[in-house]
């Protein structure tokens, strides 16, 4: 918070009336812009609900102050939540129910380091920063654990269900490093395998036959660089895009290769690929072993990698659950749903 907001404050912003841990309090928060307040508050108030219906207070806005009340663990929370998100209005990032979420989370974990005296929303979650998207902070733990393995390790791998952010991370992370000069191209890849149905010869040259297997790649690529970059780096081949078969024979070195949808590799393309790895180069494998596309009796390599290189130094495992899911609140349900069905939970 600014000094300039401090001093617009009547009373010190989080400042809590509890006289004991059952009672119900009242906690006040004060925003000296009123710019800032609106984009906290969000269109029609929705993210303001969205911390009352995940942390079980209410929740009053009059003007630029905002009243929480409720039990004192869970106003302390909720305030620790918004103060996190006025830091971020206040250097110009938007708010999505995605980030408020991730914000509730990083909350969470701020209230288990500090004491409560201490302001928040300096520290926290790990993060990652492009020229285009800005800062790009973690959701949640799983999240953060994961950016502190991009950053740590050479080789990562990354398991879990779809919208957890993985691949979109992984890009972001790619991307930062082009820019920072530590790679000097991204290789971006993955198998070129049908979601359970067969599309027959598609039209086009080698790109525009590649292209819809890639496409989600390409959309983060876009989230974090301008279009003309993209389309510059794909064209001096500082940026290659290209199936997994497409690897054999070479040597990738003083690169960030990514592997996306990793459970669709057999045992072989898993080995080939990752003895690609060349000196001073950053590899990522993603993938869910949930959702594999292979013919029936085919073991996906992900998997059985993940297994092999337990224990091999400078390699990261992170996994992820339902739990994890950012994507929508109803993903999460249906994974969820999914997830308790398995032979694991059978229902």
């Not at 905002?66 to 909720?78: D, R």
Request: proline share 3%.
């Amino acid at each position: 918070m600014t000094d300039q907001d401090r001093e617009a404050s009547t009373e010190p912003s989080g400042s809590s009336t509890a006289v004991d841990t059952t009672a119900l309090v009242e906690v006040s928060y004060a925003f000296n812009d009123n710019k800032h307040a609106s984009a906290v508050f969000g269109q029609y108030d929705q993210n303001i609900a969205r911390i009352e219906r995940r942390l079980g207070v209410s929740a009053h806005a009059n003007g630029n102050r905002l009243v929480l009340k409720g039990k004192p663990e869970a106003c302390e929370n909720a305030r620790r939540v918004v103060a996190i998100l006025h830091s971020r209005a206040q250097r110009g990032q938007a708010l999505s129910p995605g980030d408020v979420d991730g914000a509730i989370a990083e909350g969470a974990l701020q209230g288990n380091l500090f004491p409560r005296e201490q302001d928040v929303g300096v520290t926290g979650f790990e993060q990652v920063a492009t020229r285009k998207k800005g800062v790009v902070r973690a959701r949640n733990g799983a999240q953060d654990i994961y950016l502190k393995a991009l950053k740590s390790y050479e080789l990562v791998f990354a398991e879990g269900p779809a919208g957890t952010g993985k691949t979109w991370l992984a890009v972001g992370h790619a991307v930062s490093l082009l820019e920072q000069g530590v790679v000097e191209r991204l290789i971006l890849s993955r198998p070129a395998v049908e979601a359970g149905e067969r599309l027959g010869f598609l039209p086009g040259d080698m790109r525009d036959k590649v292209d819809p297997y890639l496409r989600p790649i390409f959309d983060a690529l876009h989230d974090f660089m301008d279009g003309r970059h993209v389309e510059r780096g794909l064209q001096t081949g500082m940026i290659e895009v290209a199936p997994l078969a497409f690897m054999r024979g070479r040597t990738l070195t003083s690169a960030c290769v990514l592997l996306d949808e990793a459970q669709n590799t057999t045992s072989m393309q898993m080995k080939m690929f990752l003895t690609r790895l060349g000196e001073g180069s950053r590899m990522i494998i993603n993938g869910d072993s949930t959702q594999t596309d292979l013919l029936p009796g085919q073991k996906s390599g992900l998997r059985e990698a993940v297994q092999i290189t337990r224990g091999i130094e400078g390699v990261a495992h992170v996994v992820f659950s339902d739990a994890d899911v950012v994507r929508h609140d109803l993903v999460r349900r249906i994974v969820a749903a999914y997830e308790a069905r398995t032979p694991g939970g059978q229902k």
